[in-house]
């Protein structure tokens, strides 16, 4: 295992000489914020953000994200053009040698929590999610100021979306997905990249948009759409085990994917109630982080992985879930964890 961290680029007050400073860390995850969906990622860019990073004395070990447009995932007319868009960005980041792409196929916004300060017995603060508030929420105005979305909608827009996926099924959405994969896996193969899809967050639909990288079975769907190396999965443990039943599943789910997970997010939860979590400290949780570290050393991984969302704490101000201080525990978390695992089973 490869300990990586996320950074959001120039604008991120957590700086790359700060994260080279964590026991182990070896690489960068990261992305360049500034295009939209459908615009092409210009090489000279990627080539500058991957300088910074080895400037740094970390690699560029993974994009996260490409983001897709949703007129792919809608199957409308001009996906194919916006498919051709996507696989000129796959190229540019494969020629400047980073060698996994993150991404997802959530329909209109990424990962979303309904509470960005949920406050701690210990005086921290952590991130979580509950459906009801999460219902509560009037979208006739556009989208909110939540953690997640990688563009504003007008209230106008919300609805046009909300049509355009009323129409899909989730068969449909899988359709769209699969048309999607056999035109980018052979680019991803032929530039030498791999390809790792990030479960849907949370692992349900939400604000009436469908949602189908759900559990571990959805994950290994994806793998069986194109049979390749190239077409793998980010096998995130917080993410499923927002799932209770995908929580106890995890062991298993990580050896049914022997091959095709190339990255890991490491993070936990602990279940507040029906679609109701928090994110909690990395070694504590309804996730059994032992039993993922042991499944993943079965089946040989040797990719990136990065300490997920963190609490802000030590008076720590940042980005939502991604300060400094206790991504920075995490890691280390995860690298002691690792070692013993090891070591058990020599």
Same mark, same amino acid.
């Given at each position: 295992?490869?300990?990586?961290?996320?950074?959001?680029? #120039?604008?991120?007050?957590? %700086?790359? /000489?700060?994260?080279?400073?964590?026991?182990? @860390?070896?690489? &960068?995850?990261? $992305?360049?914020?500034?295009?939209?969906?459908?615009?092409?990622?210009?090489?000279?860019?990627?080539?500058?953000?991957?300088?910074?990073?080895?400037?740094?004395?970390?690699?560029?070990?993974?994009?996260?994200?490409?983001?897709?447009?949703?007129?792919?995932?809608?199957?409308?007319?001009?996906?194919?053009?916006?498919?051709?868009?996507?696989?000129?960005?796959?190229?540019?980041?494969?020629?400047?040698?980073?060698?996994?792409?993150?991404?997802?196929?959530?329909?209109?916004?990424?990962?979303?929590?309904?509470?960005?300060?949920? #406050?701690?017995?210990?005086? %921290?603060? /952590?991130?979580?999610?509950?459906?009801?508030? @999460?219902?509560? &929420?009037?979208? $006739?105005?556009?989208?909110?100021?939540?953690?997640?979305?990688?563009?504003?909608?007008?209230?106008?827009?919300?609805?046009?979306?909300?049509?355009?996926?009323?129409?899909?099924?989730?068969?449909?959405?899988?359709?769209?997905?699969?048309?999607?994969?056999?035109?980018?896996?052979?680019?991803?193969?032929?530039?030498?990249?791999?390809?790792?899809?990030?479960?849907?967050?949370?692992?349900?639909?939400?604000?009436?948009?469908?949602?189908?990288?759900?559990?571990?079975?959805?994950?290994?769907?994806?793998?069986?759409?194109?049979?390749?190396?190239?077409?793998?999965?980010?096998?995130?443990?917080?993410?499923?085990?927002?799932?209770?039943?995908?929580?106890?599943?995890?062991?298993?789910?990580?050896?049914?994917?022997?091959?095709?997970?190339?990255?890991?997010?490491?993070?936990?939860?602990?279940?507040?109630?029906?679609?109701?979590?928090?994110?909690?400290?990395?070694?504590?949780?309804?996730?059994?982080?032992?039993?993922?570290?042991?499944?993943?050393?079965?089946?040989?991984?040797?990719?990136?992985?990065?300490?997920?969302?963190?609490?802000?704490?030590?008076?720590?101000?940042?980005?939502?879930?991604?300060?400094?201080?206790?991504?920075?525990?995490?890691?280390?978390?995860?690298?002691?964890?690792?070692?013993?695992?090891?070591?058990?089973?020599?």
């Amino acid at each position: 295992m490869k300990l990586t961290f996320r950074w959001y680029g #120039p604008g991120d007050p957590v %700086s790359p /000489a700060y994260i080279r400073q964590i026991p182990r @860390m070896t690489g &960068i995850v990261s $992305s360049l914020r500034n295009c939209a969906p459908g615009e092409v990622w210009l090489r000279e860019n990627v080539r500058t953000l991957r300088e910074t990073i080895e400037a740094a004395g970390l690699r560029f070990s993974v994009v996260e994200s490409i983001n897709i447009h949703e007129n792919i995932k809608l199957g409308l007319p001009d996906r194919d053009a916006l498919i051709a868009r996507y696989a000129q960005s796959v190229e540019a980041v494969a020629a400047e040698g980073v060698p996994v792409i993150c991404y997802n196929f959530m329909p209109v916004f990424d990962w979303l929590r309904t509470d960005l300060e949920i #406050p701690q017995p210990d005086g %921290s603060t /952590a991130l979580g999610f509950d459906q009801k508030d @999460m219902e509560a &929420i009037d979208f $006739s105005e556009g989208t909110q100021d939540l953690p997640g979305w990688h563009a504003a909608y007008t209230g106008e827009e919300v609805t046009a979306l909300r049509a355009g996926y009323a129409e899909l099924s989730e068969e449909d959405l899988w359709h769209n997905l699969a048309y999607f994969l056999e035109r980018i896996v052979p680019v991803a193969e032929r530039a030498g990249v791999r390809l790792a899809i990030h479960p849907d967050d949370p692992p349900w639909s939400v604000a009436g948009f469908p949602r189908i990288i759900t559990s571990g079975a959805a994950l290994k769907r994806v793998t069986q759409l194109v049979d390749s190396e190239a077409n793998g999965v980010t096998l995130c443990t917080g993410s499923l085990g927002a799932n209770p039943a995908e929580a106890a599943r995890l062991p298993e789910t990580i050896r049914s994917l022997a091959g095709r997970i190339h990255f890991v997010h490491a993070r936990n939860v602990t279940h507040l109630g029906d679609r109701s979590f928090q994110e909690s400290v990395h070694p504590d949780g309804d996730v059994d982080m032992a039993a993922v570290m042991e499944a993943l050393l079965e089946i040989g991984f040797d990719g990136p992985a990065r300490p997920d969302h963190g609490r802000m704490i030590w008076g720590e101000e940042g980005l939502a879930g991604y300060g400094l201080y206790d991504r920075a525990l995490g890691a280390a978390y995860m690298a002691g964890l690792w070692d013993a695992t090891v070591r058990q089973a020599a």
